[in-house]
C-alpha cells in the first residue's frame, strides 16, 4: 500500500494543488494550496483537509480548515485557498482529500476520482533507513499493544476470580443462613474453644407443639473422639421470640457442630432435617475437615459425550465440589465419539481381565477433573455414539460392573459412588451384591435421577439399594413423590436444584455480547445487547419491552402458552424473540407458519428463529428484558438461571425447579427471605391464558410504570448465585448423612 502511494506521490498537480515551500520534511509547517475552483467543492462554502500520512497508516491524523489565499499572482488561476500543515515526522508521503467540512460534517469531497491526494515529502529519511525505523516502531508498537492487551486480560481475569470468590463466600454465608428461621447460634460463627448458644425454633418443624425439645449434639460430624454430647432440655429464649435456647462449649479440635432436637430425653420423635442432620461449620480449630473421596460412574460427560443434561450435571457438580476441596474421578467409557481435543494429559494407565475381555485404561482431565476412561476390547463402546444401540441396557450394565471391577482391582476406597440415572443405575446393585464385602465396606451409593422417562425398572432397582438418592429440584422431588418406583424411598430421597456453569455463561467474558457486563453496569451492557440484537433481527429499533423466548418446542414447554404470550407482548407494544425448534415436524410447520404470518403483519417487532444457534442464545439472554418460561412440567429447568446470570427476569409457571428457582415479586417476600434472597421475577399457576396473562402482563406493566424500580430488578437477580456452589454444598452434606 505505502510503495503505491509513493509510486502515485507527485510534489504538485498544476491547476489543482502544490504546497509552499517545495522543499520540505517531517515536522516542517508548510502551506498546501487548493485550487476550489477544480472539482466538485467550487461551490462549497467551506473548505476542509482529511489527511494522513504513508497510505494513512495511522488513519486520519490531519484535519484542518483552508482559508481563501487571496492570490494576486496572475499565473495562479482559479480560486486558490491554503491550510497550514505540520508534515508528520516519519512521513514519506502525506495523503488526504477535500471536503466541504470537517469529518464529522462533511457531505461533498474531492478525493482524486477515489484516488486520493498524495503528495511525495522531498527531504524526508532515505527509504531504506524509513524502513529500518519503521520496523523498529512497528515492532515497538506491537509490544506495547501486547503488553497493553496482557494487562487488560490480566485485570479482567483478576475481577472475574474476584467475583467468583465474593459470590462463594456469600454463597456459603446464605445457605448457612438460609436455616435461621429454624436453627442459628450466638455468635453466627462458631469459634473452636469458645461457648456457643444454640437457638431453635420447633414452630417450624415436625416438633411444633412438643411440651419439650432437647438438643442432642456432638462435633466433627458426630465423629469427635469425645463422643456425642449429653442430651440438653432446652429453654425458653429471653428475646420473647418462639425460639428454644440451650448452650455448649466447643472444643479446640473442632472442626463442625452437629445436632438434632428431640421431643424426649430418651428420644422420641426427631427433627433430624429429613435424615441429614444440623451441622454448622467451626472456626480457628486445630483440626481441619478431612476430604471426601466421590467417584462418579456416568456415561455422559460435557464437553466429550453430552446428550442432554446430564453431561452437564456430571461435569460441573464434580468441578464444584473439588473446589471445596474435596477429592472427585469419574469412571468413564471412552467411546470411540470423544471430542478428545477437550481431554488434557491423557495416557494408558493399566489394564485388567474382567467380563471375559481386556479392559484397558487410560486416564485424563477433562474441565480439571480427574477422568478414568475403560475401554472394553470387545467393541461395545466403538459404535460412533453414546445412544442409540439395541443393546444399550447390556452395553451400560457391562460398564457398571467394569467400573466396580476397577476399582477393586485398583485398590480404591471411595467415600461415595454416585450414579446417575437408568444407565449407570447399575452400580447401586451390583455394588451392594458383589462389592461391600470385598474390601469397599465404607464406600456409599448416591444415585441421582434425571430424567424419569426412561427405564423405571432400573430407577426403581437402584433407589432400593442406594444409600440416598436425589432429583434436580425440591419441588420435583414432592411432584413425583407418587410415582410407584419412589414412594416408598421417601424417606431417603432429596431434591437439590441444579446449578449452571458460571464460566459458560458469563456476560463480562461472553464473546457472543457487544459490551461486557457485570451488575455493576448491567444497563449499559443490556442496552448495547437489545440494541445489536434488534439491528442483528431486523427488528424496530426502540426503546420497548422485549420478550425472549429460548426452548425446544414440546408439549412440555407449554406450546399454546408460548403463542399466546407471543399475541399478548405484542398486544403491549412489545418485542418478541422466539429461538427454539420442533423435533415433532407438525410442531415445527405450525410454528413456521406462526412466523410467517407475524413477520408479515408485525417485523419489526416479532421475530421467530426456528433453529439452533448458539451465539444467538447468549445475546437473547443478554438483550432480552424478560425471559419467559411456561413449562407444564419441568424438573429442573436452567433457562430461568441463566436468564438471571444475564440480568434478564424471569417470568415462569409455578412447577418443578421454576418454583424453587424464581420468586414472585409481589406473592413470594417470605418464601424467598427463608432462602435468604430477594424476589426475583413473575409467576403464575394454571396452564391457560390466563394464567400466562396475570404474570407477563404485570412483568410488562413494571417494565412501563416504574422503570427504575425494574432496573434495579435487573441488578439484584444478576447478583444472585445460581452456579454450583450452593448445589454442591447441599451434596456435600448429603454425601455425608449417607456415610453416617
Same mark, same amino acid.
Given at each position: 500500500?505505502?510503495?503505491?502511494?509513493?509510486?502515485?506521490?507527485?510534489?504538485?498537480?498544476?491547476?489543482?494543488?502544490?504546497?509552499?515551500?517545495?522543499?520540505?520534511?517531517?515536522?516542517?509547517?508548510?502551506?498546501?494550496?487548493?485550487?476550489?475552483?477544480?472539482?466538485?467543492?467550487?461551490?462549497?462554502?467551506?473548505?476542509?483537509?482529511?489527511?494522513?500520512?504513508?497510505?494513512?497508516?495511522?488513519?486520519?491524523?490531519?484535519?484542518?480548515?483552508?482559508?481563501?489565499?487571496?492570490?494576486?499572482?496572475?499565473?495562479?488561476?482559479?480560486?486558490?485557498?491554503?491550510?497550514?500543515?505540520?508534515?508528520?515526522?516519519?512521513?514519506? $508521503?502525506?495523503?488526504?482529500?477535500?471536503?466541504?467540512?470537517?469529518?464529522?460534517?462533511?457531505?461533498?469531497?474531492?478525493?482524486?476520482?477515489?484516488?486520493?491526494?498524495?503528495?511525495?515529502?522531498?527531504?524526508?529519511?532515505?527509504?531504506?533507513?524509513?524502513?529500518?525505523?519503521?520496523?523498529?516502531?512497528?515492532?515497538?508498537?506491537?509490544?506495547?499493544?501486547?503488553?497493553?492487551?496482557?494487562?487488560?486480560?490480566?485485570?479482567?481475569?483478576?475481577?472475574?476470580?474476584?467475583?467468583?470468590?465474593?459470590?462463594?463466600?456469600?454463597?456459603?454465608?446464605?445457605?448457612?443462613?438460609?436455616?435461621?428461621?429454624?436453627?442459628?447460634?450466638?455468635?453466627?460463627?462458631?469459634?473452636?474453644?469458645?461457648?456457643?448458644?444454640?437457638?431453635?425454633?420447633?414452630?417450624?418443624?415436625?416438633?411444633?407443639?412438643?411440651?419439650?425439645?432437647?438438643?442432642?449434639?456432638?462435633?466433627?460430624?458426630?465423629?469427635?473422639?469425645?463422643?456425642?454430647?449429653?442430651?440438653?432440655?432446652?429453654?425458653?429464649?429471653?428475646?420473647?421470640?418462639?425460639?428454644?435456647?440451650?448452650?455448649?462449649?466447643?472444643?479446640?479440635?473442632?472442626?463442625?457442630?452437629?445436632?438434632?432436637?428431640?421431643?424426649?430425653?430418651?428420644?422420641?420423635?426427631?427433627?433430624?432435617?429429613?435424615?441429614?442432620?444440623?451441622?454448622?461449620?467451626?472456626?480457628?480449630?486445630?483440626?481441619?475437615?478431612?476430604?471426601?473421596?466421590?467417584?462418579?460412574?456416568?456415561?455422559?460427560?460435557?464437553?466429550?459425550?453430552?446428550?442432554?443434561?446430564?453431561?452437564?450435571?456430571?461435569?460441573?457438580?464434580?468441578?464444584?465440589?473439588?473446589?471445596?476441596?474435596?477429592?472427585?474421578?469419574?469412571?468413564?467409557?471412552?467411546?470411540?465419539?470423544?471430542?478428545?481435543?477437550?481431554?488434557?494429559?491423557?495416557?494408558?494407565?493399566?489394564?485388567?481381565?474382567?467380563?471375559?475381555?481386556?479392559?484397558?485404561?487410560?486416564?485424563?482431565?477433562?474441565?480439571? $477433573?480427574? $477422568?478414568?476412561?475403560?475401554?472394553?476390547?470387545?467393541?461395545?463402546?466403538?459404535?460412533?455414539?453414546?445412544?442409540?444401540?439395541?443393546?444399550?441396557?447390556?452395553?451400560?450394565?457391562?460398564?457398571?460392573?467394569?467400573?466396580?471391577?476397577?476399582?477393586?482391582?485398583?485398590?480404591?476406597?471411595?467415600?461415595?459412588?454416585?450414579?446417575?440415572?437408568?444407565?449407570?443405575?447399575?452400580?447401586?446393585?451390583?455394588?451392594?451384591?458383589?462389592?461391600?464385602?470385598?474390601?469397599?465396606?465404607?464406600?456409599?451409593?448416591?444415585?441421582?435421577?434425571?430424567?424419569?422417562?426412561?427405564?423405571?425398572?432400573?430407577?426403581?432397582?437402584?433407589?432400593?439399594?442406594?444409600?440416598?438418592?436425589?432429583?434436580?429440584?425440591?419441588?420435583?422431588?414432592?411432584?413425583?413423590?407418587?410415582?410407584?418406583?419412589?414412594?416408598?424411598?421417601?424417606?431417603?430421597?432429596?431434591?437439590?436444584?441444579?446449578?449452571?456453569?458460571?464460566?459458560?455463561?458469563?456476560?463480562?467474558?461472553?464473546?457472543?455480547?457487544?459490551?461486557?457486563?457485570?451488575?455493576?453496569?448491567?444497563?449499559?451492557?443490556?442496552?448495547?445487547?437489545?440494541?445489536?440484537?434488534?439491528?442483528?433481527?431486523?427488528?424496530?429499533?426502540?426503546?420497548?419491552?422485549?420478550?425472549?423466548?429460548?426452548?425446544?418446542?414440546?408439549?412440555?414447554?407449554?406450546?399454546?402458552?408460548?403463542?399466546?404470550?407471543?399475541?399478548?407482548?405484542?398486544?403491549?407494544?412489545?418485542? $418478541?424473540?422466539?429461538?427454539?425448534?420442533?423435533?415433532?415436524?407438525?410442531?415445527?410447520?405450525?410454528?413456521?407458519?406462526?412466523?410467517?404470518?407475524?413477520?408479515?403483519?408485525?417485523?419489526?417487532?416479532?421475530?421467530?428463529?426456528?433453529?439452533?444457534?448458539?451465539?444467538?442464545?447468549?445475546?437473547?439472554?443478554?438483550?432480552?428484558?424478560?425471559?419467559?418460561?411456561?413449562?407444564?412440567?419441568?424438573?429442573?429447568?436452567?433457562?430461568?438461571?441463566?436468564?438471571?446470570?444475564?440480568?434478564?427476569?424471569?417470568?415462569?409457571?409455578?412447577?418443578?425447579?421454576?418454583?424453587?428457582?424464581?420468586?414472585?415479586?409481589?406473592?413470594?417476600?417470605?418464601?424467598?427471605?427463608?432462602?435468604?434472597?430477594?424476589?426475583?421475577?413473575?409467576?403464575?399457576?394454571?396452564?391457560?391464558?390466563?394464567?400466562?396473562?396475570?404474570?407477563?402482563?404485570?412483568?410488562?406493566?413494571?417494565?412501563?410504570?416504574?422503570?427504575?424500580?425494574?432496573?434495579?430488578?435487573?441488578?439484584?437477580?444478576?447478583?444472585?448465585?445460581?452456579?454450583?456452589?450452593?448445589?454442591?454444598?447441599?451434596?456435600?452434606?448429603?454425601?455425608?448423612?449417607?456415610?453416617?
Amino acid at each position: 500500500m505505502l510503495q503505491q502511494a509513493l509510486e502515485k506521490g507527485v510534489v504538485s498537480a498544476r491547476n489543482v494543488w502544490y504546497i509552499e515551500p517545495k522543499n520540505f520534511k517531517g515536522e516542517d509547517k508548510v502551506k498546501l494550496y487548493y485550487n476550489k475552483s477544480s472539482g466538485p467543492l467550487a461551490n462549497a462554502e467551506e473548505i476542509w483537509i482529511h489527511g494522513g500520512f504513508n497510505s494513512w497508516v495511522d488513519g486520519l491524523s490531519i484535519v484542518e480548515k483552508l482559508v481563501d489565499a487571496e492570490l494576486k499572482d496572475d499565473s495562479k488561476n482559479g480560486d486558490w485557498w491554503f491550510a497550514e500543515v505540520i508534515v508528520p515526522v516519519r512521513a514519506l $508521503v502525506i495523503d488526504w482529500v477535500f471536503a466541504d467540512g470537517p469529518p464529522e460534517g462533511a457531505f461533498l469531497y474531492d478525493n482524486n476520482s477515489r484516488k486520493d491526494f498524495h503528495a511525495l515529502v522531498p527531504l524526508t529519511t532515505p527509504e531504506e533507513a524509513y524502513w529500518s525505523e519503521e520496523e523498529d516502531r512497528m515492532f515497538r508498537k506491537l509490544q506495547e499493544e501486547r503488553r497493553l492487551k496482557e494487562e487488560a486480560m490480566r485485570v479482567k481475569m483478576e475481577k472475574t476470580a474476584r467475583l467468583k470468590a465474593e459470590t462463594k463466600e456469600r454463597t456459603l454465608k446464605m445457605f448457612l443462613l438460609s436455616q435461621k428461621d429454624v436453627v442459628y447460634t450466638e455468635p453466627l460463627e462458631i469459634q473452636a474453644g469458645s461457648p456457643v448458644t444454640v437457638l431453635y425454633n420447633p414452630s417450624n418443624t415436625v416438633l411444633n407443639g412438643k411440651p419439650e425439645v432437647w438438643f442432642r449434639g456432638s462435633f466433627n460430624r458426630w465423629t469427635h473422639r469425645l463422643g456425642p454430647l449429653p442430651p440438653q432440655k432446652m429453654e425458653a429464649a429471653d428475646d420473647g421470640s418462639s425460639h428454644l435456647k440451650t448452650s455448649a462449649k466447643v472444643p479446640l479440635d473442632a472442626y463442625m457442630m452437629d445436632f438434632v432436637f428431640s421431643e424426649k430425653e430418651d428420644g422420641g420423635m426427631f427433627d433430624n432435617k429429613d435424615g441429614l442432620d444440623y451441622h454448622l461449620p467451626v472456626v480457628g480449630g486445630i483440626a481441619k475437615e478431612p476430604p471426601l473421596h466421590i467417584v462418579h460412574i456416568a456415561v455422559e460427560m460435557a464437553p466429550i459425550a453430552k446428550v442432554g443434561g446430564l453431561g452437564d450435571v456430571v461435569t460441573s457438580l464434580s468441578r464444584a465440589v473439588q473446589e471445596l476441596s474435596h477429592n472427585v474421578d469419574i469412571i468413564f467409557p471412552k467411546y470411540d465419539c470423544i471430542k478428545y481435543n477437550f481431554v488434557k494429559d491423557l495416557q494408558f494407565n493399566r489394564s485388567y481381565h474382567w467380563g471375559g475381555t481386556e479392559i484397558k485404561v487410560w486416564h485424563g482431565k477433562v474441565e480439571g $477433573v480427574s $477422568v478414568y476412561f475403560l475401554d472394553p476390547q470387545n467393541g461395545l463402546f466403538q459404535r460412533g455414539c453414546v445412544y442409540g444401540c439395541a443393546d444399550d441396557a447390556g452395553r451400560f450394565g457391562f460398564f457398571c460392573h467394569a467400573a466396580l471391577e476397577f476399582l477393586l482391582q485398583g485398590g480404591f476406597h471411595p467415600d461415595i459412588l454416585h450414579c446417575h440415572d437408568w444407565s449407570s443405575a447399575p452400580v447401586s446393585w451390583l455394588f451392594k451384591d458383589h462389592y461391600t464385602h470385598y474390601g469397599l465396606i465404607k464406600t456409599r451409593v448416591v444415585f441421582t435421577i434425571h430424567n424419569l422417562e426412561f427405564g423405571a425398572g432400573a430407577i426403581g432397582k437402584a433407589m432400593t439399594f442406594a444409600d440416598k438418592a436425589t432429583t434436580v429440584s425440591r419441588t420435583y422431588a414432592k411432584e413425583v413423590a407418587g410415582n410407584s418406583v419412589i414412594s416408598p424411598h421417601l424417606y431417603k430421597f432429596h431434591g437439590i436444584v441444579n446449578g449452571i456453569d458460571p464460566d459458560i455463561w458469563d456476560p463480562y467474558n461472553d464473546n457472543f455480547v457487544p459490551v461486557p457486563y457485570t451488575s455493576e453496569n448491567v444497563l449499559e451492557g443490556k442496552r448495547a445487547a437489545k440494541e445489536e440484537l434488534q439491528k442483528r433481527l431486523g427488528l424496530k429499533s426502540a426503546d420497548l419491552p422485549l420478550v425472549g423466548i429460548i426452548t425446544r418446542l414440546t408439549h412440555q414447554k407449554g406450546i399454546h402458552l408460548i403463542k399466546h404470550a407471543i399475541w399478548r407482548t405484542l398486544e403491549r407494544n412489545g418485542q $418478541v424473540v422466539l429461538l427454539g425448534s420442533a423435533p415433532d415436524p407438525r410442531i415445527q410447520n405450525d410454528f413456521v407458519n406462526l412466523a410467517n404470518q407475524l413477520h408479515s403483519t408485525h417485523g419489526d417487532r416479532a421475530r421467530l428463529v426456528l433453529t439452533y444457534d448458539e451465539p444467538l442464545s447468549h445475546l437473547i439472554y443478554a438483550g432480552a428484558d424478560f425471559i419467559l418460561v411456561p413449562s407444564i412440567f419441568e424438573p429442573c429447568g436452567l433457562t430461568q438461571l441463566i436468564a438471571m446470570r444475564y440480568g434478564s427476569v424471569p417470568v415462569v409457571r409455578k412447577t418443578g425447579g421454576l418454583y424453587d428457582t424464581v420468586f414472585d415479586v409481589d406473592h413470594d417476600k417470605e418464601r424467598a427471605k427463608a432462602q435468604v434472597l430477594e424476589p426475583n421475577g413473575f409467576s403464575f399457576d394454571g396452564a391457560d391464558a390466563p394464567g400466562v396473562d396475570y404474570a407477563l402482563n404485570r412483568a410488562i406493566s413494571a417494565w412501563y410504570d416504574g422503570r427504575e424500580w425494574f432496573n434495579s430488578l435487573c441488578k439484584t437477580v444478576m447478583e444472585q448465585d445460581w452456579s454450583w456452589n450452593r448445589p454442591a454444598l447441599e451434596y456435600i452434606e448429603l454425601y455425608h448423612s449417607a456415610r453416617k
